[in-house]
């Protein structure tokens, strides 16, 4: 009886080490090393693609920069760890990434199978298809026996055959697992569709050599909500994380940008107060310093900086923000609030 007690106390002990390694793992093991390693996508124009002098720029790698800026102090100190629709979770996982900013749909399997833990929403998607004008099609009901390149390891791969079974047609998968990949075998003629979340659909036809020759259709035929993902064990790390998203949608809601964050430090309203560290103590609750959220916003922007800066109507995507519009303003961009 004596030596099962011990082995009880012993796994209890185990456990809770364990627990406790987890609680400060990821925060501590950041800060250690000085950079965040972030996982994106191997390239997408607009959302995560490096620059000519080789620097990472984009929409999904803004929030990498935005975490880096309230963990660091330094929005600069991120590190781009590339990932295909296969390999992004393996990445993760395995440690190779602190965190997923990566167009990546949050679903049931991901979140309870695969061991992740989702964050919030910083992009609402759906699935469309890009077509070459030339074929006079106009609807995704007319692509019966088409050729669709399509990436492996998505949802995208499973609504389509869903999709497609559903109206009675027939297509023929060619399957890829790059961006890139499927750039340039929409553009030989390889395959006569390109289907992926509307947003990589914009970034697609951005980047052809004629963009006015492809349109994409009308049809949305799936819900993608894209968010940020760590690993599973880790509480401490998944609020950084949770929060520096809500940071950046209540940054915009309040009216707080880059060009008048300092000002706002002398705001009336509480709740600008609280954001920007002036008052309260969440910094210390997250295990960060107390203006944590103010680096986010004076580095990078708030939410709505960030969209249009990278995805806006004024950028080669032209992309209108729709469903990701703040909740004032006809769109589901909503955060709970800093109290």
């Known amino acids: 009886m004596k030596q099962k007690a011990t082995a ?3 796994a209890a002990a185990l456990l809770f080490g364990a627990a406790g390694t987890a609680q400060a793992g990821t925060l501590e093991d950041v800060q250690s090393r000085g950079v965040l390693r972030c996982v994106v996508s191997t390239g ?3 959302f995560a693609q490096p620059d000519a002098n080789g620097v990472w720029r984009g929409f999904d790698v803004d929030f990498c920069r935005a975490t880096a800026a309230a963990v660091l102090g330094d929005a600069s100190k991120m590190e781009a760890v590339t990932s295909t629709g296969k390999t992004r979770f393996t990445k993760l996982n395995a440690g190779e990434g602190d965190v997923l900013w990566r167009n990546t749909t949050i679903t049931f399997s991901r979140d309870v199978g695969v061991k992740l833990r989702f964050h919030g929403v910083n992009y ?3 699935q469309g ?5 030339s074929l006079g099609v106009t609807s995704a009901k007319q692509l019966d026996g088409a050729s669709v390149c399509i990436q492996t390891g998505t949802t995208t791969e499973l609504n389509l055959a869903d999709y497609f079974a559903a109206n009675n047609m027939k297509y023929e998968p060619v ?6 990949e499927a750039r340039q075998n929409y553009e030989s003629g390889r395959c006569d569709v390109y289907t992926t979340d509307a947003s990589g659909l914009s970034s697609t036809r951005s980047a052809l050599p004629n963009p006015g020759d492809h349109i994409v259709l009308p049809e949305i035929i799936s819900k993608e909500p894209l968010g940020p993902a760590t690993r599973h064990g880790d509480d401490q790390w998944s609020d950084i994380v949770t929060w520096v998203l809500n940071a950046t949608i209540t940054a915009e809601e309040l009216g ?3 060009a008048n964050v300092d000002q706002m430090k002398s705001s009336k309203n509480p709740e600008v107060l609280r954001l920007l560290g002036v008052d309260g103590n969440q910094g210390q ?3 960060l310093s107390q203006d944590w959220a103010y680096q986010i916003i004076k580095q990078i922007g708030n939410y709505g900086e960030i969209f249009e800066r990278n995805i806006g109507v004024n950028t080669p995507l032209g992309i209108e923000r729709g469903l990701n519009a703040l909740w004032t303003k006809g769109g589901l961009m909503y955060s709970p609030p800093f109290r």
Not at 129 to 133: H, L, W
Not at 175 to 180: G, P, R, V
Request: hydrophobic share 40%; aromatic share 8%; net charge negative.
């Open 44 to 46: 997408i124009a607009g």
């Open 129 to 133: 298809f890009m077509v070459k004008k």
């Open 8 to 10: 009880v106390l012993s």
């Open 256 to 258: 707080v940008t880059m």
């Open 175 to 180: 399957t890829i697992e790059t961006n890139d």
């Open 285 to 287: 609750e997250l295990g």
């Open 124 to 126: 609402y998607d759906g």
